[in-house]
């Protein structure tokens, strides 16, 4: 655990350990199934300590845990918990937490798979969800029963970028012994503290901003507290979660990196953000950072920066003009997850998946995520898409 307090040299330093390595920098990929033991009592050591020890494979090797050791200090909690995706990370957090005959509040802007997970393995299992609206705050206290025992964050929401009261939400969770889960993907654990704000479980799909290169599949839950931990980790094993050692270590070679990067995406993104917010064909931009997305106090109070997605809604265009603005785009490429280093764009429309708020715009959405280009060739390019939206190309 690095002493530093500044969190970029933390991101730099935390969960490396050369001296154990032979002075190489990066912690090596331990490759394993099998570990052997030379006798019957050193076996039984290694399974009594089987979550802080090499012991078997599933549960974790020296590369899972350099990397769970700098989550878990990026975010500020406990300990950390690797697992195989991003949505792996959510819906073992809540597996963990809930049992047959329980009440899950989920946030009605969380991200779609999230949502299905709800309403299929979660509803067979016997588990309730109820949707709450994002800007609900202290008013969640109204929608809680005797049986609610998780309320599902995640803020901002999944591309309408609305930012929750989390402290007004954990205040009142608290008080009725309930868990307050977090997707805090969007702020990377960088932007975001949630444990300063009563979150009492983090999830985040480390796919995005730590892999930095849209080249793997990770997540990662992180505890506030050691009991919340374990509890993860005993049903994480119980369950068979396992990551492989070459994933965690591009993982952690991501995140050396993620303070730099960050700091492009969100200039780049507040660049393209403003210049869209003077254009004709846009009405509104969904970004924390600017006074038309819901929340924006509540960013301003909370977080201490923005990261690369955000979303514009455009004035009345038909699906046929979007498509003519999309298909012709030079850099900013189509294709879902985001927190790489290139630029995408993609349609979306939250009227057909929300259920506990009615989604109202003025036209077309369009969620952008914001590369490492230069940012004047990105906004040439969406120039010329206008062009082709409003006919003239
Ligand atoms: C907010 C959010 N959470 C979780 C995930 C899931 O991550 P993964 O793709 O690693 O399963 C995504 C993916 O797009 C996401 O946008």
């Known amino acids: 655990m690095s002493k530093a307090k500044s969190p970029d040299t933390r991101i730099v330093h935390t969960g490396s350990d050369p001296k154990s390595y032979k002075g190489v920098v990066n912690p090596p990929v331990y490759r394993a199934s099998t570990v052997l033991f030379p006798t019957v009592q050193a076996m039984k050591d290694?399974?009594?300590?089987?979550?802080?020890?090499?012991?078997?494979?599933?549960?974790?090797?020296?590369?899972?845990?350099?990397?769970?050791?700098?989550?878990?200090?990026?975010?500020?909690?406990y300990r950390a918990v690797s697992v195989s995706s991003g949505l792996a990370a959510i819906t073992t957090a809540l597996i963990t937490f809930l049992q047959t005959g329980d009440h899950l509040l989920m946030v009605d802007t969380t991200y779609g798979p999230t949502r299905n997970f709800c309403n299929t393995a979660l509803k067979r299992f016997g588990v309730e969800t109820t949707y709450y609206?994002?800007?609900?705050?202290?008013?969640?206290?109204?929608?809680?029963?005797?049986?609610?025992?998780?309320?599902?964050?995640?803020?901002?929401?999944?591309?309408?970028?609305?930012?929750?009261?989390?402290?007004?939400?954990?205040?009142?969770?608290?008080?009725?012994?309930?868990?307050?889960?977090?997707?805090?993907?969007?702020?990377?654990?960088?932007?975001?503290?949630?444990?300063?704000?009563?979150?009492?479980?983090?999830?985040?799909?480390?796919?995005k901003y730590q892999a930095g290169h849209a080249d793997l599949v990770l997540g990662h839950i992180i505890a506030k507290t050691e009991k919340d931990w374990r509890k993860i980790k005993v049903n994480v094993a119980t369950i068979g979660q396992a990551v492989s050692p070459d994933v965690c270590y591009l993982g952690l070679r991501g995140l050396r990196t993620l303070s730099v990067r960050l700091e492009q995406h969100q200039e780049s993104a507040l660049t393209l953000a403003r210049w869209l917010d003077e254009r004709p064909e846009v009405d509104t931009i969904l970004h924390p950072a600017f006074p038309s997305c819901p929340g924006h106090d509540i960013w301003q109070r909370d977080f201490t920066g923005s990261s690369g997605l955000f979303s514009v809604v455009l004035n009345d265009y038909s699906e046929s003009q979007v498509t003519a603005m999309l298909d012709g785009m030079d850099y900013f490429a189509m294709g879902y997850s985001w927190g790489g280093f290139e630029s995408l764009i993609v349609p979306s429309d939250p009227a057909?998946?929300?259920?506990?708020?009615?989604?109202?715009?003025?036209?077309?959405?369009?969620?952008?995520?914001?590369?490492?280009?230069?940012?004047?060739?990105?906004?040439?390019?969406?120039e010329r898409g206008f062009d082709r939206l409003n006919g003239r190309a």
């Open 352 to 382: 057909t998946i929300r259920s506990a708020t009615k989604w109202k715009a003025a036209g077309p959405m369009l969620r952008l995520h914001a590369g490492q280009e230069d940012v004047d060739d990105l906004i040439a390019d969406l």
């Open 133 to 207: 609206d994002p800007m609900i705050g202290a008013g969640i206290a109204e929608l809680i029963k005797p049986e609610t025992k998780v309320i599902f964050t995640e803020s901002p929401g999944s591309d309408t970028f609305e930012i929750q009261d989390l402290p007004a939400i954990a205040e009142v969770a608290h008080q009725h012994d309930i868990k307050v889960i977090l997707d805090n993907t969007w702020s990377a654990g960088y932007y975001f503290k949630p444990f300063e704000y009563g979150v009492d479980i983090s999830v985040q799909a480390t796919t």
């Open 46 to 77: 290694a399974e009594k300590n089987k979550f802080d020890t090499t012991f078997y494979g599933v549960h974790g090797m020296p590369t899972q845990f350099a990397l769970e050791e700098a989550m878990a200090d990026l975010e500020g909690g």
